[in-house]
T-cell receptor
Framework: QKEVEQNSGPLSVPEGAIASLNCTYS??????FFWYRQYSGKSPELIMS????GDKEDGRFTAQLNKASQYVSLLIRDSQPSDSATYLC???????????FGKGTRLHILP | DVKVTQSSRYLVKRTGEKVFLECVQD?????MFWYRQDPGLGLRLIYF???????EKGDIPEGYSVSREKKERFSLILESASTNQTSMYLC??????????FGQGTRLTVV
């Protein structure tokens, strides 16, 4: 089982709709969870971090964490064409402070 | 704002050359990482360091070494560059169990 798994996509969502991105992880001891956005040819930029179970909202973005199910998700409301990018889920394993990334989900917002 | 700076944006080297990739961060972070990113394979951890002169192997350390003589600087060394090391190299830094910040990336081509 891969440490951090994401559906590679592409995920196509109409402009103005909600985009839902999902991620599962294997290490139960993981403490910190992150979502990064990466545009083609650019480096990843952090958009959300979440450390405890439940929801965390920041503008149009909501991160959800369920440690019992080892599941992290990112919701993007009112999707815009500028949201078209690859979204990387990342997990800090805690025990050795390694940050492990999923392979990313390509999101395409349809105008 | 955290700043992570990689010495080169683009680099072309010949097979067999010794290659140095430099990374400097200005936020006094303890942990620094080197990843490579390839299409379809995502971000893979090469090496990381949690303190000066300390290093840990990541998932793909073969053919690479690292140096951390000062807290702010983490260097990746390709001892004898090969064509299969053509990739995008990303440096990141973070402080314990928090989010990682990335440099702009170095696109290395080995010919």
């Amino acid at each position: 089982q891969k440490e951090v798994e994401q559906n590679s996509g592409p995920l196509s969502v109409p402009e103005g709709a909600i985009a839902s991105l999902n991620c599962t992880y294997s290490d139960r001891g993981s403490q910190s969870f992150f979502w990064y956005r990466q545009y083609s040819g650019k480096s990843p930029e952090l958009i959300m971090s979440i450390y405890s179970n439940g929801d965390k909202e920041d503008g149009r973005f909501t991160a959800q964490l369920n440690k019992a199910s080892q599941y992290v998700s990112l919701l993007i409301r009112d999707s815009q064409p500028s949201d078209s990018a690859t979204y990387l889920c990342a997990v800090n394993r805690g025990r050795d402070d390694k940050i492990i990334f999923g392979k990313g989900t390509r999101l395409h917002i349809l105008p | 704002d955290v700043k992570v700076t990689q010495s080169s944006r683009y680099l072309v080297k010949r097979t067999g050359e010794k290659v140095f990739l430099e990374c400097v961060q200005d936020m006094d972070h303890e942990n620094m990482f080197w990843y490579r990113q390839d299409p379809g394979l995502g971000l893979r951890l090469i090496y990381f360091s949690y303190d000066v002169k300390m290093k840990e192997k990541g998932d793909i350390p073969e053919g690479y070494s690292v140096s951390r003589e000062k807290k702010e600087r983490f260097s990746l060394i390709l001892e004898s560059a090969s064509t299969n090391q053509t990739s995008m190299y990303l440096c990141a830094s973070e402080t314990a169990n928090t989010e990682a910040f990335f440099g702009q990336g170095t696109r290395l081509t080995v010919v």
